[in-house]
C-alpha cells in the first residue's frame, strides 16, 4: 500500500515536472514570437517610413530638375542645368533604395515599374525640350505640345507618388492594429501561464512536504521493524541474505554470520565462502540447490546441514523469493533457519508416537483378549445357575430364589458388558478399510439384527433413499444398530414405537452446528423417535463411556452403545449431535462430509 503511494506520488512529480517544463518552453516560445513580432513590426515601421522618405526625395529632385529645366528655357543660362543633371543620378539612387526596401509588397514593386517608366519618359521630354532651346524652336507647335506634356507626365509621377505613400501608410496602420492585439492579448496570456506554473510549483512543493514527512515516519517505522528483526532473527535463530541478481553479489546479515557460529563480517559474504560450512554429505545436493536458483531465479524450500569451526553439526533450512523494484533491479531475498531443535523434538515426538501406538495396540489387545478370557469363565457361571434353576431351585428358599435370580440378572448384564467392550475394542482399530457401500442395505441389515424386537413392539420405521459412500462398513452398520436398539429400547409404554430416518444434503454455512469445520458440503442423516427422550443438558453426556441417564432396573444396558456410535462417526471424520425433550422423543444427527 505504502509503495503504491509512494509510486503515484513519484508519478504526479514527474508529470507536473513535464507539464512545467512544456509550460516554460510555450512561454519562452510566446516570449520569443512576441520579441520577434515587435522587431518585425519595428522593422516594418522603419521600412514605411524610408520608402515614404525615399518617394518624397524622388518628387523633391524631380521638382528641382523641373525647376532648373524651366529656368534654363526662360534664360538659356546654363547654370540652370546643374540640378537638372544631378537629378538624374539622384533619383537612379533613390529608385535602388526604394526597389530593396519594397521588395515585400508585390503591389508596390509593381507601382515602382510604372514610377520608373514615368520618371524615363520625363527626362527624355526635358531632352527633347532642350533641344528646342538650344535650336531656338521655343516658338514651335511642337515645343510648346512638348511643354505641356512635361507638366502631364510630372501630375502623373505625383499622382503614382501619393498612391504609393498611401499604399505604405495603410498597412503601417494594419501593422500597428495587429501589434496592439498581440501586445494586449501575449502579456495577459504570459501572465495566465505564469500563474498557472505558479500553482502546480505550489502544489508539487506541498507534495514533496507530505512526501517527506511520509518519508521520515517511514523511515522511523523501518528503523523499528529492522531493530525487531534483528532481535526476531537471534531469537528464532534466522539468517537472511540477499542475491544480487545484476551483478552477480550476494550480501549476508549480521545474524546469518552467528548461525554459522562466526562474528558478522568475519568474512566476505560470497557464496564459496558459505558453502565452506555446508556439510560434506549436503555439499553436492545444495549445490544443485543453488544451481536451480541461478536459472529460476527462485529457491524453494531447501534442507542441508552446516559444520560450524567447534565441530557442532546444525541443521538448516533455506529459502529465497525474486523481488523486482521499480527500477528492475533484481534480487532473491532469502533467510536461512536453524531447525536443529526442531528436528529433535520431531523425532524425539516420533519416538513417543511409535510407543504410544504400541501401547494402545497393546491395549487393544488386551482389551480384546481380557474380554474373551471373561466370557469362558461367565459361560460356565450361567451354565450352572441354568442347571441350578432347573434341578435345584424346589429346594431353595424364597430368598436363595430371590440370589438366584440376581446373580443370573448380574451375570448376563456382565455379558452384555462383554460384548459392548468387544465392540468397542473393534471400533477403535484404525486398520480398518472405507468401501463404497450402499448405507441403505445397511440399514436393512441393521433393522434385520432387532426384528423380533420391532415385532414385538409392533415399531413404524421410515426411511428416505440413503446414499452410497465410502465408509467402514461393518462400523456404519453397527451406527445404525446402535441408535435403532436405542430408539426401541427407550420407547414409551403402550405406545406405538416411530422411527424415521431421513436424509438430506447440506452446505457447512447454512448449519449452525458446523461451525469451523474442514469441509463445506455434508451428508446429513437424521434419526428421530417418539420415546422417552432426554433432557437437553444431558445432549453430551450420553455419548460418555459407561454413562448412563436411567436406572438399570428399568432400563437394560451398559453405558457403551452411545459411546460407539460417537467414535465410529470420529472413525469417519463425521459429527453425531443429540437432541431431545422428556416424554416427546430424541434426534440423533449424523454429518458425514462429502
Not at 432347573?390 to 431353595?396: C, D, L, Q, R, V
Not at 440399514?443 to 420405521?461: M, R, S
Request: aromatic share 10%; glycine share 4%; proline share 2%.
Amino acid at each position: 500500500m505504502n509503495k503504491l503511494v509512494f509510486t503515484k506520488s513519484a508519478l504526479f512529480l514527474r508529470i507536473v515536472f513535464l507539464v512545467s517544463v512544456f509550460l516554460i518552453l510555450v512561454i519562452g516560445g510566446f516570449t520569443y514570437r512576441h520579441i520577434s513580432n515587435l522587431t518585425n513590426s519595428t522593422k516594418q515601421v522603419v521600412s514605411t517610413y524610408k520608402v515614404n522618405v525615399e518617394l518624397e526625395q524622388v518628387i523633391s529632385y524631380l521638382k528641382d530638375a523641373e525647376n532648373g529645366h524651366r529656368n534654363y528655357i526662360l534664360t538659356k543660362d546654363t547654370t540652370h542645368l546643374d540640378p537638372y543633371l544631378t537629378a538624374r543620378e539622384n533619383v537612379n539612387e533613390s529608385f535602388a533604395e526604394l526597389k530593396e526596401i519594397a521588395s515585400h509588397s508585390k503591389v508596390q514593386e509593381e507601382n515602382l515599374k510604372i514610377l520608373s517608366r514615368y520618371i524615363d519618359n520625363l527626362f527624355r521630354n526635358f531632352t527633347q525640350t532642350n533641344a528646342f532651346v538650344e535650336n531656338k524652336l521655343t516658338l514651335t507647335e511642337e515645343f510648346k505640345s512638348n511643354f505641356f506634356e512635361e507638366k502631364i507626365i510630372m501630375d502623373s509621377i505625383r499622382q503614382k507618388v501619393n498612391e504609393m505613400i498611401e499604399i505604405e501608410n495603410q498597412e503601417l496602420k494594419e501593422r500597428q492594429k495587429q501589434y496592439q492585439s498581440n501586445l494586449q492579448f501575449t502579456p495577459l496570456f504570459l501572465y495566465l501561464l505564469l500563474l498557472f506554473t505558479l500553482v502546480l510549483i505550489i502544489i508539487s512543493y506541498n507534495r514533496i512536504s507530505n512526501d517527506f514527512k511520509n518519508i521520515k515516519l517511514f523511515n522511523n517505522q523501518l528503523s523499528i521493524f529492522k531493530e525487531a528483526t534483528i532481535q526476531l532473527e537471534s531469537i528464532g535463530k534466522h539468517g537472511n541474505w540477499v542475491w544480487h541478481v545484476d551483478t552477480n553479489t550476494f550480501t549476508f546479515s549480521d545474524n546469518l554470520y552467528r548461525v554459522l557460529g562466526e562474528n558478522p563480517g568475519a568474512f566476505k559474504s560470497t557464496l564459496k565462502n558459505f558453502m565452506e560450512f555446508v556439510h560434506p554429505d549436503d555439499k553436492q545436493k545444495f549445490a544443485l540447490d543453488i544451481d536451480e536458483m541461478m536459472k529460476t531465479e527462485d529457491l524453494p524450500f531447501t534442507y542441508f546441514r552446516i559444520i560450524k569451526k567447534d565441530g557442532t553439526v546444525r541443521h538448516l533450512k533455506g529459502y529465497g523469493k525474486l523481488l523486482v523494484n521499480s527500477d528492475g533491479d533484481k534480487r532473491v531475498v532469502g533467510n536461512i533457519t536453524d531447525i536443529s531443535d526442531e528436528i529433535e523434538n520431531y523425532l524425539t515426538l516420533e519416538e513417543r508416537n511409535l510407543e504410544l501406538e504400541k501401547n494402545n495396540a497393546e491395549l487393544s489387545e488386551f482389551n480384546y483378549v481380557a474380554s474373551h478370557d471373561l466370557q469362558e469363565p461367565l459361560r460356565k457361571i450361567q451354565t450352572f445357575i441354568s442347571r441350578l434353576e432347573e434341578k435345584e431351585a424346589k429346594n431353595f428358599s424364597s430368598s436363595g430364589v430371590q440370589y438366584l435370580e440376581r446373580i443370573n440378572a448380574a451375570a448376563t448384564r456382565m455379558r452384555l458388558l462383554i460384548d459392548d467392550l468387544l465392540q468397542f475394542s473393534r471400533t477403535n482399530k484404525p486398520d480398518k478399510e472405507f468401501v463404497e457401500t450402499n448405507l441403505n442395505e445397511l440399514l436393512e441389515n441393521a433393522k434385520q439384527d432387532v426384528a423380533e424386537t420391532i415385532a414385538e413392539k409392533d415399531a413404524l420405521i421410515t426411511s428416505d433413499e440413503l446414499p452410497t459412500l465410502s465408509v467402514i462398513p461393518f462400523q456404519i452398520h453397527q451406527l445404525f444398530l446402535n441408535l435403532l436398539s436405542n430408539s426401541l429400547k427407550y420407547s414409551k409404554n403402550d405406545v406405538v414405537p416411530i422411527i424415521k430416518v431421513m436424509y438430506s444434503k447440506v452446505n457447512s454455512k447454512d448449519h449452525s452446528n458446523l461451525v469451523n469445520v474442514p469441509k463445506s458440503h455434508y451428508h446429513k442423516i437424521t434419526f428421530s423417535d417418539n420415546g422417552i427422550g432426554f433432557e437437553p443438558k444431558y445432549a453430551e453426556q450420553i455419548f460418555e463411556l459407561f454413562n448412563r441417564l436411567h436406572n438399570k432396573q428399568d432400563y437394560s444396558g451398559t453405558g457403551v452403545g452411545l459411546s460407539i456410535c460417537k467414535k465410529i462417526v470420529d472413525n469417519h471424520n463425521g459429527i453425531i449431535i443429540a437432541n431431545g425433550e422428556p416424554q416427546v422423543g430424541a434426534v440423533f444427527t449424523i454429518y458425514l462430509p462429502v
